[in-house]
């Protein structure tokens, strides 16, 4: 992927963690995503929890599919370690990485389309298996790296930017992470940092599955009236040319901060609102029926429930199903991984 480094130079009174780094030091290349995406939104994000929590980077592997929101890896966390895997097989990756070493800060970056099409499957079973780790999808709707395609996630009947009109209903991530058993399940909009980097901490914090299902603005191609997913970003067209060329309009990024418990009408940049309500005190994260009815009440009301939806403090994680040695796999050695013909007598027999 094409990436530009940013300047290595810095002020010198930047606020310093208990590590004694920097924001800055949390970063990585600029960002080639469209201007006013809600992706770099969410990158921020992950870079003021990282800092927030003097997590030192060289503990955290970063994890990515394909897709816009697959390559937001490169904008952050340049010296932790990274995997840009195929499309739809980040958890695969995830899974194999983490159960080699444990001891490492896992979070795995995907979009609706990486992970409600392709990647469905591979979805469904890291949540089944309590896999450790933080799976952030930014959400926008659309196939933002094929021109604008409707993903698994697009609301019924939300016209694409040509007019055409899409005939299926959308899957709500949150709602199916869980009945699949989830741990840890969010929603939250990348235009609202004071809601999102506490969910990222925490979700960090938390062991097990850990679930955020961003709403990620595409600033590009999802942008129509309708789409709860997204603004229209108004585009431009060149008419001295046979073939009149797109053009992005530089617009201010969409910000939001309000009240638990309220409701916002956020205007976009077309003249449509996007209703969010976000979860106040009376919401019991604890029970999962009542997570699952507060999404679809919002829904039915036209609004997207944000917030931490649920929590299960007492989920194990796939190392603890597994009883696993106490010590990263990748740490053992040869006596360790092979016990001898005796044990493999002992396996054998309980095979025949």
């Known amino acids: 992927m094409s990436y530009i480094q940013k300047p290595v130079a810095h002020h010198p009174a930047l606020p310093r963690n208990a590590l004694g780094l920097t924001r800055r030091d949390y970063e990585g290349s600029m960002s080639t995503l469209c201007a006013g995406c809600g992706h770099d939104s969410i990158t921020a994000a992950i870079i003021e929890a990282c800092f927030e929590m003097d997590l030192p980077a060289h503990r955290i592997a970063k994890v990515s599919g394909i897709g816009c929101s697959s390559k937001a890896p ?74 604008g395609q409707f993903s698994a996630t697009n609301d019924k009947a939300s016209p694409s930017k040509k007019g055409e009109v899409n005939p299926f209903e959308g899957i709500d991530l949150c709602q199916m992470a869980i009945q699949l058993g989830a741990g840890f399940v969010a929603r939250s909009f990348s235009g609202d940092k004071n809601q999102l980097i506490p969910l990222i901490k925490a979700a960090i914090s938390y062991k097990g599955f850990a679930f955020i299902d961003v709403i990620s603005p595409c600033v590009t191609f999802n942008n129509h009236p309708t789409s709860t997913k997204s ?98 796999l990748n740490t053992l050695q040869t006596p360790d991984l092979c016990p001898g013909s005796k044990a493999l007598d002992g396996i054998n027999a309980r095979l025949r």
């Open 74 to 147: 490169t904008y952050f966390l340049s010296r932790s370690h990274g995997f840009n895997s195929v499309h739809g097989r980040m958890p695969s990756i995830t899974t194999g990485a983490n159960m080699a070493n444990k001891d490492l800060v896992y979070i795995g970056v995907s979009g609706d389309g990486d992970t409600a099409s392709i990647g469905l499957g591979q979805f469904c079973h890291a949540v089944r298996r309590r896999l450790n780790m933080t799976y952030i999808v930014m959400n926008n709707g659309c196939y933002g790296l094929t021109k």
């Open 231 to 328: 603004y229209d970003y108004i585009r431009a067209h060149n008419m001295a040319s046979e073939n009149p060329l797109d053009f992005v309009e530089s617009k201010d990024e969409i910000t939001v901060d309000y009240a638990a418990g309220t409701s916002a009408s956020i205007p976009m940049h077309d003249g449509s609102h996007l209703v969010l309500h976000k979860l106040g005190e009376g919401h019991d994260p604890r029970n999962s029926s009542d997570a699952l009815m507060a999404i679809r009440k919002g829904a039915a009301k036209g609004s997207v429930v944000t917030g931490l939806l649920y929590v299960n403090e007492e989920q194990q994680d796939l190392h603890d199903i597994l009883d696993t040695d106490a010590r990263p």
